[in-house]
T-cell receptor, first 114, second 112 residues
Framework: DAGVTQSPTHLIKTRGQQVTLRCSPISGHKSVSWYQQVLGQGPQFIFQYYEKEERGRGNFPDRFSARQFPNYSSELNVNALLLGDSALYLC?????????????FGPGTRLTVL | DAKTTQPNSMESNEEEPVHLPCNHSTISGTDYIHWYRQLPSQGPEYVIHGLTSNVNNRMASLAIAEDRKSSTLILHRATLRDAAVYYCILRGYGGSQGNLIFGKGTKLSVKP
């Protein structure tokens, strides 16, 4: 079975631009979460979606937004990019949104903002 | 979710057992103890979780102190592939939000 997939693998943008990252969950999983991992730190929670609805949001500015589609795939959008947005963006899928649902991570998208 | 404390780094020799400690003195009665690891250039990978009793799976064992204020992840025979950052995370049972709260974890180095 395919695991969580993310695209693109790498991305280079300049300050002020906008970016869209994509995630396909494991088949049968209905929940998707997004995390940001800055070099040398653990991943930080951005959003969780379940059945196309936002179920949780981390401490990130409104420049960050996301959505989930009927097939449970998801997109993360970041507007007005800053240098500090350079990071590895991770997507995780789980069967449901609860704390008892194990999360399975994709390989991430490496975003570099110049 | 309550906080956890882990050593920044540990070293091990290949084919020897590794004991990775985690302190969670403020754990509540409904918190599960989860372990994830992150290999270089990969996303985090689920390892094991438990509540009160010790747990075993194909990857590792989890030993939980009787007072639940600490736990130890045990890799029975470390291989070079086990070199990774290991995260100990507490997750409340039944919570409506399933997000994980990562600390800095323990960076495990395995020497041949």
């Amino acid at each position: 079975d395919a695991g969580v997939t993310q695209s693109p693998t790498h991305l280079i943008k300049t300050r002020g631009q906008q970016v869209t990252l994509r995630c396909s969950p494991i088949s049968g999983h209905k929940s998707v979460s997004w995390y940001q991992q800055v070099l040398g730190q653990g991943p930080q929670f951005i959003f969780q979606y379940y059945e196309k609805e936002e179920r949780g949001r981390g401490n990130f500015p409104d420049r960050f937004s996301a959505r989930q589609f009927p097939n449970y795939s998801s997109e993360l959008n970041v507007n007005a990019l800053l240098l500090g947005d350079s990071a590895l963006y991770l997507c995780a899928s789980s069967e449901g949104p609860r704390s008892t649902d194990t999360q399975y991570f994709g390989p991430g998208t490496r975003l570099t903002v110049l | 979710d309550a906080k956890t404390t882990q050593p920044n780094s540990m070293e091990s020799n290949e084919e020897e057992p590794v004991h990775l400690p985690c302190n969670h003195s403020t754990i509540s009665g409904t918190d599960y103890i989860h372990w994830y690891r992150q290999l270089p250039s990969q996303g985090p990978e689920y390892v094991i979780h438990g509540l009160t009793s010790n747990v075993n799976n194909r990857m590792a064992s989890l030993a939980i102190a009787e007072d639940r204020k600490s736990s130890t992840l045990i890799l029975h025979r470390a291989t070079l592939r086990d070199a990774a950052v290991y995260y100990c995370i507490l997750r409340g049972y039944g919570g409506s939000q399933g997000n994980l709260i990562f600390g800095k974890g323990t960076k495990l180095s395995v020497k041949p």
